[in-house]
T-cell receptor, first 110, second 115 residues
Framework: QKEVEQNSGPLSVPEGAIASLNCTYS??????FFWYRQYSGKSPELIMSIYSNGDKEDGRFTAQLNKASQYVSLLIRDSQPSDSATYLC??????????FGKGTTLSVSS | DTGVSQDPRHKITKRGQNVTFRCDPI?????LYWYRQTLGQGPEFLTY????????KSRLLSDRFSAERPKGSFSTLEIQRTEQGDSAMYLCASIQTGGDTGELFFGEGSRLTVL
């Protein structure tokens, strides 16, 4: 059974702070890792993808991958109220479906 | 270019009735996915197609559920003899395999309410 685990939250941070979101996965054969953001009542949208160990930065977002620990994280720097949403971790092994975690709800207070 | 389109957006039905949802993916995308999402949960994988071939089905997809993609373009998801537990948002997503980002493009979803 392929599983992706996330702390459901809510995670509350003040505006301007760093938000740290974490995810673990069970399938060691997983090759592709994604973070999606989902606003209430909307569909998920891709924020970051990461395929190799280490950090990947895109603007205020940094994704981190550690395959040995089966761990993926997302850091959001200078958090804004508009970042308030549910963040979904998703994992895919080659040739199979994308499996999502339950999501972590982030609340950024102004 | 239009995005992924789903129809209907909302469906209210009585228990025991059959319902069908349609998904039109982005035109050049060869892979199409169906997910189900309930409140407070992430999208749960149901099934996916590569062109017209159904390549994988989740154990969540009971024999009351059937999906087709007859010409490798649009897809339908049918639920027979609906139950209250089928109430959820049904999301369709598409992707062009071999793309750089691996991004799934989601439709707005079809919300099903079973009374």
């Amino acid at each position: 059974q392929k599983e992706v685990e996330q702390n459901s939250g809510p995670l509350s941070v003040p505006e301007g702070a760093i938000a740290s979101l974490n995810c673990t996965y069970s399938d060691r054969g997983s090759q592709s890792f994604f973070w999606y953001r989902q606003y209430s009542g909307k569909s998920p949208e891709l924020i970051m993808s990461i395929y190799s160990n280490g950090d990947k930065e895109d603007g205020r977002f940094t994704a981190q991958l550690n395959k040995a620990s089966q761990y993926v994280s997302l850091l959001i720097r200078d958090s804004q109220p508009s970042d308030s949403a549910t963040y979904l971790c998703a994992v895919r092994q080659a040739g199979t479906a994308l499996i999502f975690g339950k999501g972590t709800t982030l609340s950024v207070s102004s | 270019d239009t995005g992924v389109s789903q129809d209907p957006r909302h469906k209210i039905t009585k228990r025991g009735q059959n319902v069908t949802f349609r998904c039109d993916p982005i035109s050049e995308h060869n892979r199409l996915y169906w997910y189900r999402q309930t409140l407070g949960q992430g999208p749960e994988f149901l099934t996916y197609f590569q062109n017209e071939a159904q390549l994988e089905k989740s154990r969540l997809l009971s024999d009351r559920f059937s999906a087709e993609r007859p010409k490798g373009s649009f897809s339908t998801l049918e639920i027979q003899r609906t139950e209250q537990g089928d109430s959820a948002m049904y999301l369709c997503a598409s992707i062009q395999t071999g793309g750089d980002t691996g991004e799934l493009f989601f439709g707005e979803g079809s919300r099903l309410t079973v009374l």
